[in-house]
């Protein structure tokens, strides 16, 4: 399991696991989520409505983009997101691929498995796969 997922979707077959373009192009590994090719494992990624976990390290396509595997029904642990919630409560993700509290002009992504008392907690997202649609 990618770093920080609680509880993934099944296993590597399973429906729930993506293969996504992350648009980023060879040579530009800097603009991957976590800054490069290793620190991309375990960061929120979205593609459209495919939100995920990457689960393994990006890999150059055929086009001369990186992929990746995301896990798009997992259990995830995130740190430093700022805010409290209760049990239950939904989750977004922002357009740089950040999870938040904050619904403004975010996009559903899930929900809190835990209460989220207080803002030094980590929060523990449930990803719920089409909740955004």
């Known amino acids: 399991m990618a770093q920080n997922i609680v509880h993934d979707s099944a296993n590597w077959a399973s ?71 209760t049990n239950g409560a939904l989750v977004y993700i922002t357009p740089a691929n950040a999870a938040t509290l904050t619904a403004s002009t975010n996009k559903k992504i899930g929900y809190l498995d835990q209460a989220k008392l207080a803002t030094g907690d980590d929060l523990w997202l449930q990803i719920v796969p089409g909740i955004g649609s």
């Open 15 to 85: 429906l729930w696991v993506k293969e996504v373009s992350l648009a980023v192009a060879a040579g530009s590994e800097a603009s991957l989520p976590g800054g490069s090719i290793s620190g991309a494992i375990g960061k929120l990624f979205q593609v459209g409505e495919k939100v995920g976990i990457i689960l393994d390290s990006p890999y150059l396509g055929a086009d001369g983009f990186y992929h990746a595997s995301i896990d798009t029904a997992c259990m995830v642990r995130i740190e430093g997101i700022a805010g409290t919630g």
